[in-house]
């Protein structure tokens, strides 16, 4: 056997081993991160060490400080697993490590992102003449898209910021819902416009914005604004209204941005479509499928309709490069070298096929609803959100049952939820992101939650 060979067939069974036990292991890690750093931590010898023992060792070491992602019963932050297919191609995608920054170098790597892009702008119903650049999450695709309309805007003032910098334009508002991601507040001050420029406009109970309120601000001023709404609240799962939102930015001529990190998928499925409606008005949209689409990290897609604003604010041209007349993906992501991320999209939207991805995200939902309803039957348990997409928020009558539930799920291993506060208020999190969650797995949580409260709610001195 060659080297590759002893060393792949070393970690293709770590990985069968790490698969096959998602079912049944404990879903939040075991180990803590120091006694991850003692395990891991060992000396680091002087000579070199076979290719398969390091794999294997690796495997060994890191078992215990793993979470359980790919669990069905993984409701924590918003995570998704990753499907076979987009599993497998990511695999490939790192044995060819192709460079995905040029065509000329991978016309498999660009064709791939381009075929891909396509399929997505289809499936999503946005304009099929957006352009795409694959990047490693939300964050990045907010300021990748941020960064279009940072040009755009100021283009229209006069001002070419590519050129002259920030310093000799005029200051840039971005309106944002009080519930935006933080995300866009860290794409902000990566485009140096400041912490300053976000300007909160309020949102209602279940974290949607308030569009008399973003009419008033919008009037405030005549500055360069950009308007960032949002699809799918990490909380409650709430969809800003869109098309009046829209239309008022629009009027006021501002760029309109949506941060559809998972609640874009919402316009793939036939229960939650509704919720995107006018959505495709706006200027330009991110999203991840590392979350919903169930593609491994890293994976997300900043989506700009004007391709002249994407080209304008990232276009490299270099004599070495060797670049062509075609579009290049590195024209239109903050990276030039990058990991071929398109393979792994095509692979989960070919093994799932249209029908397939309308019934991954019905089925998402269709669980958060399950698990609410659950939820609403343990006593003193309360849902607090209108559960419209994969989000549930849920409380207890006594905070300090709220905020202990979650911790004990966590430490029995039985499923993950995680803790968050909603108005002051102690919330547990629930989001149905995972493409292996079954009926069963929910009806396990609502268990293993009921159970963990009424044992809170009685204390062993009392029963
Ligand atoms: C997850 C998330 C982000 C950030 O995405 P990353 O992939 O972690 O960079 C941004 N916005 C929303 C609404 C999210 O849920």
Same mark, same amino acid.
């Given at each position: 056997m060659s080297q590759f060979d002893k060393a792949l067939g070393a970690a293709a069974q770590a990985a069968e081993t790490f698969a096959e036990s998602l079912g049944s292991r404990?879903? @939040?890690?075991? !180990? #803590?991160y120091d006694e991850m750093l003692k395990r891991l931590g060992v000396v680091l010898q002087a000579d070199p060490m076979a290719p398969e023992d390091v794999v294997a060792e690796l495997a060994e070491l890191a078992e215990p400080g793993l979470s359980a992602t790919g669990s069905g019963r993984f409701f924590g932050y918003v995570i998704g697993g990753a499907q076979p297919a987009a599993l497998a191609a990511d695999w490939l995608t790192s044995t060819w490590d192709q460079n995905a920054a040029l065509v000329g170098v991978s016309p498999a790597a660009s064709a791939v992102e381009m075929v891909a892009a396509r399929w997505l702008l289809d499936l999503l119903d946005l304009p099929r003449e957006s352009s795409v650049g694959f990047v490693t999450g939300a964050t990045m695709a907010n300021f990748t898209c941020l960064a279009a309309a940072r040009h755009q805007i100021l283009a229209r003032a006069g001002f070419d910021v590519e050129r002259i910098g920030l310093a000799g334009c005029p200051q840039i508002r971005v309106l944002v819902g009080a519930d935006r991601h933080d995300s866009v507040d860290l794409a902000v001050r990566y485009l140096g416009l400041g912490a300053d420029a976000v300007q909160l406009v309020s949102s209602d109970d279940e974290g949607r914005i308030e569009v008399d309120a973003l009419r008033r601000k919008l009037a405030e001023s005549s500055a360069p604004t950009i308007v960032c709404l949002q699809a799918g609240e990490v909380h409650t799962g709430a969809f800003d209204p869109f098309e009046p939102a829209i239309q008022a930015a629009h009027q006021a001529g501002a760029w309109v941005h949506v941060d559809g990190a998972f609640g874009l998928w919402a316009r793939a499925g036939q229960t939650t479509r @509704?919720? #995107? !409606?006018?959505?495709? !008005?706006?200027?330009s949209w991110c999203t991840d499928c590392h979350k919903t689409l169930n593609v491994p990290y890293d994976s997300g897609l900043a989506i700009v309709r004007s391709s002249a604003a994407h080209h304008a604010a990232f276009a490299v041209r270099s004599d070495y490069l060797m670049t062509g007349s075609t579009p290049e993906p590195l024209d239109v992501v903050p990276e030039i070298s990058r990991r071929a991320r398109g393979f792994a999209v095509w692979a989960a939207l070919r093994a799932l096929g249209r029908r397939g991805v309308a019934e991954l995200v019905d089925r998402l939902h269709s669980h958060a609803r399950r698990m609410a309803a659950g939820i609403a039957q343990i006593e003193d348990a309360e849902v607090l959100n209108d559960v419209v997409f994969t989000q549930v928020m849920a409380s207890f009558a006594d905070p300090e049952v709220s905020a202990e539930v979650g911790r004990r799920i966590l430490a029995s291993g039985a499923a993950v939820v995680t803790a968050a506060s909603w108005r002051g208020r102690a919330v547990q999190r629930i989001s149905v992101s995972n493409w292996a969650t079954t009926e069963a797995d929910v009806d396990a949580t609502v268990e293993a939650m009921a159970g963990v409260a009424a044992r809170l709610a009685r204390p062993a001195g009392r029963l």
């Amino acid at each position: 056997m060659s080297q590759f060979d002893k060393a792949l067939g070393a970690a293709a069974q770590a990985a069968e081993t790490f698969a096959e036990s998602l079912g049944s292991r404990a879903v @939040w890690p075991r !180990a #803590t991160y120091d006694e991850m750093l003692k395990r891991l931590g060992v000396v680091l010898q002087a000579d070199p060490m076979a290719p398969e023992d390091v794999v294997a060792e690796l495997a060994e070491l890191a078992e215990p400080g793993l979470s359980a992602t790919g669990s069905g019963r993984f409701f924590g932050y918003v995570i998704g697993g990753a499907q076979p297919a987009a599993l497998a191609a990511d695999w490939l995608t790192s044995t060819w490590d192709q460079n995905a920054a040029l065509v000329g170098v991978s016309p498999a790597a660009s064709a791939v992102e381009m075929v891909a892009a396509r399929w997505l702008l289809d499936l999503l119903d946005l304009p099929r003449e957006s352009s795409v650049g694959f990047v490693t999450g939300a964050t990045m695709a907010n300021f990748t898209c941020l960064a279009a309309a940072r040009h755009q805007i100021l283009a229209r003032a006069g001002f070419d910021v590519e050129r002259i910098g920030l310093a000799g334009c005029p200051q840039i508002r971005v309106l944002v819902g009080a519930d935006r991601h933080d995300s866009v507040d860290l794409a902000v001050r990566y485009l140096g416009l400041g912490a300053d420029a976000v300007q909160l406009v309020s949102s209602d109970d279940e974290g949607r914005i308030e569009v008399d309120a973003l009419r008033r601000k919008l009037a405030e001023s005549s500055a360069p604004t950009i308007v960032c709404l949002q699809a799918g609240e990490v909380h409650t799962g709430a969809f800003d209204p869109f098309e009046p939102a829209i239309q008022a930015a629009h009027q006021a001529g501002a760029w309109v941005h949506v941060d559809g990190a998972f609640g874009l998928w919402a316009r793939a499925g036939q229960t939650t479509r @509704w919720l #995107t !409606a006018g959505l495709e !008005a706006a200027d330009s949209w991110c999203t991840d499928c590392h979350k919903t689409l169930n593609v491994p990290y890293d994976s997300g897609l900043a989506i700009v309709r004007s391709s002249a604003a994407h080209h304008a604010a990232f276009a490299v041209r270099s004599d070495y490069l060797m670049t062509g007349s075609t579009p290049e993906p590195l024209d239109v992501v903050p990276e030039i070298s990058r990991r071929a991320r398109g393979f792994a999209v095509w692979a989960a939207l070919r093994a799932l096929g249209r029908r397939g991805v309308a019934e991954l995200v019905d089925r998402l939902h269709s669980h958060a609803r399950r698990m609410a309803a659950g939820i609403a039957q343990i006593e003193d348990a309360e849902v607090l959100n209108d559960v419209v997409f994969t989000q549930v928020m849920a409380s207890f009558a006594d905070p300090e049952v709220s905020a202990e539930v979650g911790r004990r799920i966590l430490a029995s291993g039985a499923a993950v939820v995680t803790a968050a506060s909603w108005r002051g208020r102690a919330v547990q999190r629930i989001s149905v992101s995972n493409w292996a969650t079954t009926e069963a797995d929910v009806d396990a949580t609502v268990e293993a939650m009921a159970g963990v409260a009424a044992r809170l709610a009685r204390p062993a001195g009392r029963l």
